[in-house]
């Protein structure tokens, strides 16, 4: 009867912790699936959100086109008018002998009118094949000192202010650096290669300095087939809410630049 009642309490006992066993399984398949579960919803929050930027991005990047082929229009359209005007006024001059040179220039001032320039155009004062060197930079991000590819220095007038910009480029990052405040709200800002599609600035590191690292791959790809780099960007304050500044840099010597950029990259790896 002893031995019965042993093995009686043996199988309960072993009935028990077969339970417990299952109990437990059970909470720990629950709590992997609470564990990925959290990890998918993180991974569809980030999804969504670099989708948003993206679409932001690109919302930009049309903008700026649409509003360099208006300034294109304008200005084109603002050239062929001072030309008529010319014609017209030389035309005056041959036909009325009566019409005295002061007649003439005032007539020729009414048919032209003032020029409303939207763009602010600045071109590095150097020749074309050393707009771009290899220099030791300090990196705007901490200091330290970075092999980069800088453009000459452009000057830039906002009003009765002078200001100088400049390209860097390093390996990883290209910074647009200037020695007076950006308007970061301003949409209609960033790179444009020849007549390309622009390429907006990612952000800006402070108000001296904007930054392109996420799209960095791809602006250097338009860089590396394209013969003139345009830059536009706007200064707080302003002139005017309706200007925006550009530069031109041409691209004659950045292939050899940034083969002299690859191999300082190299040497300071050793």
Same mark, same amino acid.
């Given at each position: $009867?002893?031995?019965?009642?042993?093995?009686?309490?043996?199988?309960?006992?072993?009935?028990?912790?077969?339970?417990?066993?299952?109990?437990?399984?059970?909470?720990?398949?629950?709590?992997?699936?609470?564990?990925?579960?959290?990890r998918?919803?993180?991974?569809?929050?980030?999804?969504?959100?670099? !989708?948003?930027?993206?679409?932001?991005?690109?919302?930009?990047?049309?903008? @700026?086109?649409?509003?360099?082929?208006q300034?294109?229009?304008?200005?084109? *359209? *603002?050239?062929?008018?001072?030309?008529?005007?010319?014609? &017209?006024?030389?035309t @005056?001059?041959?036909?009325?002998?009566?019409?005295?040179?002061?007649?003439?220039? &005032?007539?020729?001032?009414?048919?032209?009118?003032?020029?409303?320039? /939207?763009?602010?155009?600045g071109?590095?004062?150097?020749?074309?094949?050393?707009?771009?060197?290899? !220099?030791?930079?300090?990196?705007?991000?901490?200091?330290? $000192?970075?092999?980069?590819?800088?453009?000459?220095p @452009?000057?830039?007038?906002?009003?009765?202010?002078?200001?100088?910009?400049?390209?860097?480029?390093?390996?990883?990052?290209?910074?647009?650096?200037?020695?007076?405040?950006?308007?970061?709200?301003?949409?209609?800002?960033?790179?444009?290669?020849?007549?390309?599609?622009?390429?907006?600035?990612?952000?800006?590191?402070?108000?001296?300095?904007?930054?392109?690292?996420?799209?960095?791959?791809?602006?250097?790809?338009?860089?590396?087939?394209?013969?003139?780099?345009?830059?536009?960007?706007?200064?707080?304050?302003?002139?005017?809410?309706?200007?925006?500044?550009?530069?031109?840099?041409?691209?004659?010597?950045?292939? /050899?630049? $940034?083969?002299?950029?690859?191999?300082?990259?190299?040497?300071?790896?050793?």
């Amino acid at each position: $009867m002893k031995h019965s009642i042993s093995i009686y309490t043996a199988q309960i006992k072993l009935l028990s912790l077969c339970v417990l066993i299952s109990l437990t399984a059970c909470a720990d398949k629950s709590a992997i699936r609470d564990k990925e579960r959290a990890r998918y919803d993180a991974l569809e929050e980030e999804l969504i959100n670099a !989708q948003e930027v993206e679409e932001r991005r690109r919302r930009s990047e049309l903008r @700026v086109a649409q509003k360099l082929r208006q300034l294109d229009t304008e200005n084109s *359209a *603002a050239a062929l008018k001072r030309m008529q005007a010319r014609r &017209q006024a030389e035309t @005056v001059n041959d036909s009325d002998s009566t019409v005295g040179n002061s007649d003439a220039n &005032q007539f020729a001032t009414a048919a032209t009118g003032p020029v409303v320039t /939207q763009i602010v155009v600045g071109q590095p004062s150097t020749d074309r094949a050393h707009i771009w060197m290899l !220099q030791d930079y300090a990196n705007p991000v901490d200091g330290s $000192m970075l092999c980069a590819v800088v453009s000459a220095p @452009v000057t830039v007038k906002n009003g009765t202010l002078e200001t100088r910009v400049s390209v860097v480029i390093s390996s990883d990052t290209v910074f647009l650096r200037t020695d007076a405040t950006f308007d970061t709200s301003v949409p209609e800002i960033g790179y444009r290669i020849d007549a390309g599609i622009p390429i907006a600035f990612d952000h800006f590191l402070n108000e001296l300095t904007a930054v392109v690292d996420d799209g960095y791959e791809r602006l250097l790809s338009a860089i590396s087939s394209g013969d003139t780099l345009r830059v536009a960007f706007a200064y707080l304050p302003q002139l005017s809410s309706a200007e925006t500044h550009v530069i031109e840099l041409s691209l004659d010597s950045m292939e /050899q630049a $940034m083969s002299e950029l690859a191999q300082c990259d190299a040497d300071a790896s050793r």
